[in-house]
């Protein structure tokens, strides 16, 4: 079976390097790198900058220290989802990483609420560039290239240096395998890029890193994630905080976890037959319970794995086949990858 990969919003750089199966088995077990010029930095400065984005955003960076992240959404008053991003503490700033298709969203809706607040915003994303490596080799490539790697918990980062330039290290929050950022100027990034290559790291292109997404489970903004999904139903609980204070769209989040649940929740699937198309509705006993979003055919060393993302009701459980369209689909747990030589993983 050849690898089937459906995402709407492909990362940087080429599809492949001529082996989409040798990419992905590299991020899984050993070191990929690169390219991440398709995300967005954003710099908050000023002495409102903590209070103001602590009343924007859904997750806490009134208590963040410095050196650490968060992940959160944007929200409108009403609790759509305008974006997802990642907000970092730099002690006398606030960088916000996010999708470059979300640059001008952001930009406009943080402009739509500085009113007297003492902020300045700074749009950095054609003035920084970063590199990603992933996979459980990824701290000894970053070191062998000449990168100081220290011990750092998810989403927690340090300034280092390579070659007497300034590089900031970022450990990520993947669940699976072990992931890093640098992040460095732009005239740099061709000659680090080599210098990971040179350590042992794989090139690995946009259909492997897709696939490394749909494994892990991890939604999509614009895909797996719209405006017209509730935060709670993503299944990202890391996005949000319950007891940090008012924020904009505050209102909609605590009303659905006060009332205990939602109705759809995302969910992995294991796929037979025709693998459907993003957008196809679930189906259980002839009724609508849900709908596809992300569709891929995952090259484990146990064989092809098609497999899909989507929404699905509460009340349907983990082992539950389901339909969509000709195939049939398993509800499996999240992610649907553990290790590279483990099936998916089911209740």
Aim: with cysteine.
């Amino acid at each position: 079976m050849s690898v089937i990969l459906a995402d709407k919003h492909p990362a940087s750089g080429p599809a492949d390097f001529g082996d989409v199966r040798a990419e992905f088995a590299e991020l899984l077990a050993g070191a990929g790198v690169f390219d991440l010029s398709h995300r967005a930095r954003i710099s908050l400065t000023g002495g409102d900058r903590v209070r103001w984005l602590n009343g924007m955003i859904t997750n806490n960076v009134r208590d963040l220290p410095a050196g650490a992240g968060v992940y959160a959404f944007l929200l409108s008053p009403q609790g759509h989802i305008l974006g997802d991003l990642y907000a970092y503490n730099h002690g006398d700033r606030i960088t916000i990483d996010s999708d470059r298709q979300q640059l001008e969203k952001l930009l406009a809706t943080f402009d739509h609420y500085i009113i007297m607040d003492d902020v300045e915003v700074a749009n950095l994303s054609d003035s920084s560039a970063s590199i990603g490596v992933a996979g459980p080799r990824s701290a000894e490539i970053l070191k062998t290239a000449g990168i100081a790697v220290p011990e750092l918990d998810p989403l927690h980062f340090a300034a280092s240096t390579w070659q007497g330039k300034p590089v900031t290290v970022v450990r990520k929050d993947l669940p699976t395998v072990a992931a890093y950022e640098v992040w460095l100027a732009p005239e740099h990034f061709s000659a680090l890029r080599e210098a990971l290559l040179a350590a042992g790291g794989k090139a690995v292109g946009a259909s492997a890193l897709g696939l490394l997404r749909i494994a892990e489970g991890i939604p999509r903004y614009g895909q797996d994630i719209r405006e017209r999904d509730l935060p709670q139903e993503t299944g990202q609980e890391r996005a949000l905080h319950f007891s940090k204070g008012c924020y904009i769209g505050q209102e909609i989040v605590e009303r659905i976890r006060s009332r205990g649940a939602v109705h759809r929740r995302f969910a992995g699937f294991e796929v037979e037959g025709a693998q459907p198309e993003a957008g196809t509705k679930i189906q259980a006993d002839g009724k609508d319970v849900g709908e596809v979003t992300s569709v891929a055919s995952l090259p484990l060393p146990t064989g092809d794995r098609p497999v899909a993302l989507g929404y699905l009701r509460r009340e349907v459980p983990a082992g539950k086949v389901v339909q969509a369209g000709k195939a049939q689909l398993t509800v499996a747990t999240l992610p649907l990858v553990q290790r590279p030589d483990t099936a998916i993983g089911k209740d």
